[in-house]
């Protein structure tokens, strides 16, 4: 069984650029969850995406956005680029969230703003 | 904001060694999980906690939920040089709700 996967593996930006990150859940799971991974700051929580729906937003301004198509893969969109946006973007997901069921991670994507 | 403390940030062990790591948090959890990430990968879920004193284990690792339900900790015993990595407790208050992240404990052993 195919695990999360994320695309690209890496992706370099300037700064005012805007980036889009992709995620395909294992097979069977709905909800989608984002992260963002800078040095030295462990997992932020960016984004949660259940059944197409947003469910849960982090401490992130408005320029992070994402959305979750019909088969449960999801994008996250990071607008005008800052230089502090560079980190590793983690993708999660699991069956659902009544209560907590566990999140498989992907690989991340390494974005790099220069 | 929630924000989980975790320590020690690194360490530095002799293979064959045990381990013993922990987080605190002031807020309470009902959820505690610990996670390891590996260069290059994603974090891969280790133990998940339900209960305020439940103590499980996985392997040569073992976690403890403690009963104030606002701290956790994880050993490893017999070290091997596979454990190398950076592992991360997580909690989270309900099932509706963000998980929050410590900021990692970097684990090395020396040969």
């Known amino acids: 069984e195919a695990g999360v996967t994320q695309s690209p593996t890496h992706l370099i930006k300037t700064r005012g650029q805007q980036a889009t990150l992709r995620c395909s859940p294992i097979?069977?799971?709905?909800?989608v969850y984002w992260y963002q991974q800078a040095l030295g700051l462990g997992l932020q929580f960016l984004l949660w995406?259940?059944?197409?729906?947003?469910?849960n937003r982090g401490n992130f301004p408005p320029r992070f956005s994402g959305r979750q198509f019909p088969n449960y893969s999801s994008e996250l969109n990071v607008n005008a680029l800052e230089l502090e946006d560079s980190a590793l973007y983690l993708c999660?997901?699991?069956?659902?969230?009544?209560?907590?069921?566990?999140?498989?991670f992907g690989p991340g994507t390494r974005l790099t703003v220069l | 904001g929630q924000q989980l403390n975790q320590s020690p940030q690194s360490m530095f062990i002799q293979e064959g060694e045990d381990v013993s790591m922990n987080c605190t948090s002031s807020?309470?959890?009902?959820?505690w999980l610990w996670y390891k990430q590996d260069p290059g990968e994603g974090p891969v879920l280790l133990i998940a906690?339900?209960?305020?004193?439940e103590l499980t284990s996985n392997g040569r690792l073992t976690a403890q939920f403690g009963i104030t339900r606002k701290d956790s900790f994880l050993n490893i015993s017999a070290s091997i040089p596979s454990d190398v990595g950076i592992y991360f407790c997580?909690?989270?208050?309900?099932?509706?709700?963000?998980?929050?992240f410590g900021k990692g404990t970097r684990l090395h052993i020396l040969p």
């Open positions: 999660a997901s699991s069956l659902g969230q009544i209560t907590y069921n566990e999140q498989f």
């Open positions: 097979s069977g799971h709905t909800s």
């Open positions: 995406y259940d059944e197409g729906e947003e469910r």
């Open positions: 807020s309470i959890f009902n959820t």
């Open positions: 906690l339900y209960k305020a004193g």
């Open positions: 997580a909690g989270q208050l309900g099932g509706d709700d963000k998980i929050i």
